[in-house]
């Protein structure tokens, strides 16, 4: 009887120790997650973050560093620090947005020496924006080699299509030895047409054939 107590205390504890775990790994992996359902609270939240970031902005440097820093946070696939010719996207969220326009509150305050507050109305417009922007980045070997890209968000099975595609920047050189050039446009994707926390796919295709795959986890992006 006391071996028998003994076992279902073990089992209890191991069941526990299991449930927490796949807890905070849940937690934490959806944790950043494109939340479309953002309230008027976590929306001030936002705004507050984007002006304090700015509001310790004492130079240029600074303001650099906070606008390279509000880019990490959203980017999927290639590090440009250590891959400048590596492909990644920019995926603009509503959250991004609404720190975006945080770090404009506080330029604006500092410039007109006043505090400057977006209206409630423009928040509203936010917060019910349809659409992720997502801002494509790569090289090739001659000024035109994006010309004619399309993109499609791969999840599994599904295959979710832009509401509309920009037309690619014209190529710039790369400086330094790099024999190519850069260039980057932008898509829309309907937020309704895709699973905003599920691991993607953006996949770029070129009116050659050829083909490249960013691997996107939207899971980690706000």
């Not at 997650?33 to 970031?53: C, F, K, P, V």
């Not at 290639?78 to 969220?93: F, L, Q, S, V, W």
Request: proline fraction near 5%; glycine fraction near 6%; aromatic fraction near 10%.
């Amino acid at each position: 009887m006391q071996a028998q107590r003994s076992f279902a205390v073990k089992l209890f504890v191991c069941i526990m120790i299991t449930m927490s775990c796949l807890f905070w790994d849940t937690t934490f992996n959806h944790a950043n997650a494109i939340d479309i359902d953002l309230t008027m609270e976590q929306a001030n939240r936002a705004l507050a973050d984007g002006r304090g970031s700015m509001e310790k902005a004492e130079n240029v440097e600074d303001v650099a560093t906070i606008m390279k820093s509000a880019e990490q946070g959203i980017r999927v696939g290639a590090d440009p620090e250590k891959n400048p010719c590596g492909p990644h996207a920019i995926m603009r969220t509503r959250y991004y947005w609404l720190e975006y326009f945080g770090r404009r509150e506080a330029a604006e305050s500092k410039r007109q020496k006043k505090s400057v507050r977006m209206p409630e109305e423009k928040i509203q417009e936010i917060l019910q924006m349809p659409y992720l922007e997502v801002e494509v980045r790569l090289c090739g070997d001659e000024e035109f080699f994006a010309e004619g890209v399309d993109i499609a968000l791969q999840q599994g099975s599904a295959m979710a299509r832009p509401v509309d595609v920009g037309a690619a920047e014209r190529g710039k050189k790369n400086p330094g030895d790099i024999p190519s050039y850069r260039s980057r446009f932008t898509a829309r994707f309907a937020y309704a047409d895709f699973d905003p926390k599920a691991a993607s796919t953006l996949a770029v295709f070129f009116p050659d054939g050829k083909l490249i795959n960013i691997e996107a986890d939207l899971a980690k992006i706000r």
